[in-house]
């Protein structure tokens, strides 16, 4: 077993994590490598060299950065991808249920070995699990990003609201094409981002669709007003918001794009639903439900 650990995530959560499986693994005599991320793009490195060189599963440990680089890294016809959350948002898991927040339940069902697969969004040439995305959501992670005092994903989501202007874009899926002046849209696998905010509450991880979500610009009243029920997932019946179900869209857009919280410039939105293409284990405890 080789796991993949980002023992910075969470804000220290991933060294404690990672603490917590090792310890569990050296209990019942498994052998397992940890491999270090120390920059940018190290853990997509790793995964690939791991993959070439034999690796049967692969371990991510960290937030759902970590789990993207990991995902780009993988050749699924050669490995598994095992998910331990250990990030501070851990949307995807939290959404999906894909795995268990407690790192012992999460690497106790890799070591089960119960395969389960899971849906992934292609954009261009990347890979994407959870939410790949452009507009507010872009403009939030670039400020929280840049904030000295750390401000929270939905506390920068109110400041840019106050002067965040729709931007328009044209959008084609299901054979129609049509513009929109948004706020936002998101492609979703899964249910929510930002640490919470559920911007497709509808979304299942492997129905092989995607979950299109448009925010337009609520007529009438200010934009900041409705945002508390986007953050609870009580938005798709209101008329700012369109839902498009499809298993591919392409975005035209100037703006950059978010996939799984990373921002990407000049990356054509071309998406589309790779069904069953995430080899990875079931969470047990999920499962029992």
Known sequence: MEIIANKTSGKGNGAKCLAKATAYLDERGISYTVHETARVGHAKAMTQKLCESGADVIVALGGDGTFHEV?????????????????????????????SLDPVKAIADIVDGTPKDLDYIRISDKRCLNVGGTGLDVEVLLKTAKSKNKLSYVASLFRCLLHYKPYRVRLTANGETAEYDCIMVGVCNGTQ???????????????G????????KPKGVPTVFVMPKFIKGKHMNKPYTKHIICDSVKIVTPAPVQLDGEIYYDLPFDAHIVKSGVKTFANIENAKR
């Open 193 to 207: 981002i930002g640490g919470g905010i559920r911007i497709s509450p509808i979304s299942v991880a492997d129905d």
């Open 71 to 99: 995902l780009n890294g993988m050749d699924f016809d050669k490995a598994r991808m095992g998910l331990i959350p250990a990030g501070r948002g851990n949307d995807f898991a939290i959404g999906t249920k894909a795995a």
């Open 209 to 216: 669709r995607l979950d299109v979500i448009i925010m337009e």
